[in-house]
């Protein structure tokens, strides 16, 4: 299974970006994907996340009502929508899918692959 980030790049404060991933290799069940980000020094945190199977949409109080996240269940891909950027967004965003539930959609333990990240800067 592999997942390819992609979309990362310099933006100002109050701009947008996309992020897309896509995921290719074996068919698997999975319970949904998601965004994670992480500042160096600081530990990955969880941004949105989607439920696979029906679609329903988690998000980090930090991005809610500015990010959006979607999936293509005919494509395999995961998108990020990012408005009203802000400095503190920036950060390596990776996305990554989970194959369990046992510790919530929301919690990065229950991702099992991972993408290679892709850089966010949101310049002031």
């Known amino acids: 299974v592999q997942l390819q980030a992609s979309g990362g790049g310099l933006v100002q404060a109050g701009g947008s970006l996309r992020l897309s991933c896509a995921a290719s290799?074996?068919?698997?069940?999975?319970?949904?994907m998601g965004w994670f980000r992480q500042v160096p020094g600081q530990e990955r945190e969880s941004v949105a996340v989607?439920?696979?199977?029906?679609?329903?949409?988690y998000y980090a109080d930090s991005v809610r009502g500015r990010f959006t996240i979607s999936r293509d269940t005919t494509e395999n891909t995961v998108s990020l929508q990012m408005t009203s950027l802000k400095p503190e967004d920036t950060a390596v965003y990776f996305c990554?899918?989970?194959?369990?539930?046992?510790?919530?959609?929301?919690?990065?333990?229950?991702?099992?692959?991972w993408g290679q990240g892709t850089l966010v800067t949101v310049s002031s």
């Open positions: 290799g074996s068919t698997f069940s999975r319970y949904g």
């Open positions: 990554a899918t989970a194959l369990t539930q046992t510790w919530g959609l929301f919690d990065r333990r229950s991702y099992a692959y």
């Open positions: 989607v439920r696979w199977g029906g679609g329903r949409t």
